[in-house]
């Protein structure tokens, strides 16, 4: 079974649409988070959130919203796409109150705006 | 906050060791993460030491850290052609509302030259 697993894989859209990438895990961590990874290859937080808060990187642009409908599900929510979110999109999960606190990584979603 | 350095090139022939370097700013640090991905893929652990070990090894990999420095490295012996990745060096850090979240550095793209 996958532990981390997001939607699409790859998603190719217009400048100017909105669209979402959902992920889901089935490790019953706490924590979930969005992490964005450019075509130099960083890789940088974006969101983290478990049921109690949300943390926001201040880079991110409000077009971007998390959406939590329970503990095992992190939506990734992009308004009004621009040329420069194009990006792999990477979600992953944690158990933060127990373990060594390692991250599992979902395959990633490779959004292109054209 | 956290900040994660680390070189982002290194080429190797086959059959050397190889050696990545990462250097960090949070001495408060408890893990402290070595991930790997692959081409086309998400990121997996590889290895992790904590704070109060001074190197771990693991068949082929040795993690070592120098506390003081806050500097730590990854070896691989006898290194494969499939070892051929991007190599992260990761850091967690805490926010002040008490949130856990990792922070990458820029990744080392390993070359393994046959």
């Known amino acids: 079974d996958t532990a981390v697993s997001q939607t699409p894989k790859y998603l190719v859209t217009q400048m100017g649409n909105d669209k979402s990438i959902k992920c889901e895990q089935n490790l019953g961590h706490d924590t979930m988070y969005w992490y964005k990874q450019d075509s130099k290859k960083f890789l940088k937080i974006m969101f983290s959130y478990n049921n109690k808060e949300l943390i926001i990187n201040e880079t991110v642009p409000n077009r971007f919203s998390p959406k939590s409908p329970d503990k095992a599900h992190l939506n990734l929510h992009i308004n009004s796409l621009e040329l420069g979110d194009s990006a792999v999109y990477f979600c992953?999960?944690?158990?933060?109150?127990?373990?060594?606190?390692?991250?599992?990584f979902g395959e990633g979603s490779r959004l292109t705006v054209l | 906050g956290e900040d994660v350095e680390q070189s982002l090139f290194l080429s190797v022939r086959e059959g050397d060791s190889s050696v990545i370097n990462c250097t960090y700013t949070?001495?408060?640090?408890?893990?402290l993460y070595w991930y790997k991905q692959e081409p086309g893929a998400g990121l997996q652990l590889l290895t992790y030491?904590?704070?109060?070990?001074d190197m771990k090894q693991d068949q082929r990999l040795t993690v070592l850290l120098n506390k003081k420095d806050k500097h730590l490295s990854l070896r691989i012996a006898d290194t494969q052609t499939g070892d051929s990745a991007i190599y992260f060096c990761?850091?967690?850090?805490?926010?002040?509302?008490?949130?856990?979240?990792?922070?990458f550095g820029k990744g080392t793209k390993l070359s393994v030259i046959p």
């Open positions: 030491i904590f704070s109060n070990m």
């Open positions: 949070d001495s408060s640090s408890t893990y």
């Open positions: 990761a850091a967690p850090s805490h926010s002040g509302a008490g949130s856990y979240q990792l922070t």
């Open positions: 992953a999960s944690s158990q933060e109150r127990t373990g060594s606190g390692e991250l599992f």
